[in-house]
């Protein structure tokens, strides 16, 4: 079954596609694209498995690829000139169109290509882990990272569709697969109770990856993410309750330096975290906090922080995050299971007292 979302930006109006086997389905990739050229864009772990499927669907075109090392140490400047290259060598045009088949990387290096190449051109997004079809893909953010600080460096700049092929997720490791339902849960947390009901009632299924409950996760993600996004373009407000548990999360992962934990294993923690810190700040109910952690502990993620990094290091940390003022800390909280909110001014020394004694 293909299920469709619509997202509506001032700038745009597009679809999100979601369904199994659509890297077959040529009309919906050719029905938008605004010429006959294209450019893949891809890395060296997905190319083997998707590359050639997709040519296949695009054999009347000119169809150009690239295929860049895989990982995050290539989210740089340098691989956006390789892109920029590789365009202007085979002479494309202000009218062609880049695809991004890939994780959260490929699609915020080709989105931020697209964005700046002739001051830009279409691009669609061809996500191929969960991570990147519940969240990055969707909303337009584009950037590569800055050796002093990650995703510094980008654009606003949405894409022609989003085309989501469940199927890719066979082949996602293990590991890439759980850390992405951190994500998907922190959906059902800020904004959806019944499809946090339907998390817990349905994990051993999610785990299994059976498409059609893959399908239905992925449709009400998409849908929560392009409400929050059609209200809030340019992450100025609403946006911002996306970043439950990132707060944390971002300073666990610099603590204990990257390639420790996964994004959305650190984002795992993060959401206990915020759960246990709304408790006091605003009646969270502590059932829910139990019920949150079971959901992590039983896909395997962790729920606690690692006693390899100390509590003041974590808060040090946590102030020097972008989204910290000083020493007092705004964080994303919980009222309820499925109703988030953004709490100014939590106090550093309260903060600190409260993890430190738990
Ligand atoms: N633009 C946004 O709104 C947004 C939101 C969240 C995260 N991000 C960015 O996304 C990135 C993380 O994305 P990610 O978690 O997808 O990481 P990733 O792109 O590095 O992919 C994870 C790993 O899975 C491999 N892979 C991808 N698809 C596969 C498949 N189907 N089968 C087998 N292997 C596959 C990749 O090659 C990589 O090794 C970060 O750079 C982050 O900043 C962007």
Not at 53 to 62: C, E, P, T
Not at 119 to 140: E, F, K, S
Request: charged share 15%; proline share 3%; with cysteine.
């Amino acid at each position: 079954m293909l299920e469709r979302i619509d997202v509506t930006v001032a700038s745009k109006h597009y679809p999100i596609y979601i369904g199994k086997d659509l890297l077959n389905q040529s009309h919906l990739i050719i029905q938008h694209l605004s010429a006959r050229q294209i450019m893949i864009v891809t890395n060296s772990s997905v190319a083997p498995y998707y590359l050639s499927k997709l040519q296949a669907q695009l054999h009347d075109y000119q169809c150009d690829t690239l295929i860049l090392p895989d990982g995050e140490a290539y989210k740089t400047l340098e691989t956006l000139a390789t892109i920029f290259t590789h365009l202007i060598e085979h002479r494309h045009h202000r009218d062609t169109t880049l695809i991004a088949l890939g994780g959260g990387v490929i699609g915020d290096l080709t989105g931020f290509a697209a964005a700046c190449y002739m001051r830009g051109v279409d691009y669609l997004q061809i996500p191929t882990t969960l991570l990147a079809q519940v969240d990055a893909a969707i909303g337009g953010k584009t950037a590569v990272n800055h050796p002093q600080a990650k995703n510094l460096i980008g654009a606003f700049y949405q894409p022609n569709a989003v085309i989501i092929d469940v199927t890719t997720l066979s082949s996602l490791p293990e590991r890439e697969f759980k850390a992405g339902l951190a994500e998907v849960i922190k959906y059902g947390l800020i904004a959806d109770a019944t499809f946090f009901n339907w998390l817990e009632l349905h994990i051993d299924n999610i785990l299994a990856r059976d498409p059609a409950t893959l399908t239905h996760l992925i449709k009400v993600c998409c849908q929560i993410k392009a409400n929050l996004v059609a209200q809030d373009e340019r992450d100025k407000g609403l946006r911002r309750l996306l970043n439950l548990g990132h707060t944390f999360a971002h300073a666990l992962e610099t603590g204990l330096g990257y390639g420790c934990y996964l994004h959305g294993e650190a984002v795992a923690v993060g959401l206990c975290l915020a759960a246990e810190v709304s408790q006091l700040l605003s009646n969270f109910p502590y059932s829910d906090i139990l019920r949150i952690k079971q959901l992590i502990a039983k896909i395997g993620l962790p729920i606690a922080l690692p006693n390899t990094l100390s509590i003041k290091q974590l808060l040090s940390l946590m102030t020097n995050d972008k989204k910290a003022k000083l020493s007092n800390l705004t964080l994303i909280l919980l009222k309820s299971i499925g109703l988030a909110y953004c709490e100014h001014n939590v106090d550093y020394q309260w903060l600190y007292n409260y993890l430190k004694c738990k």
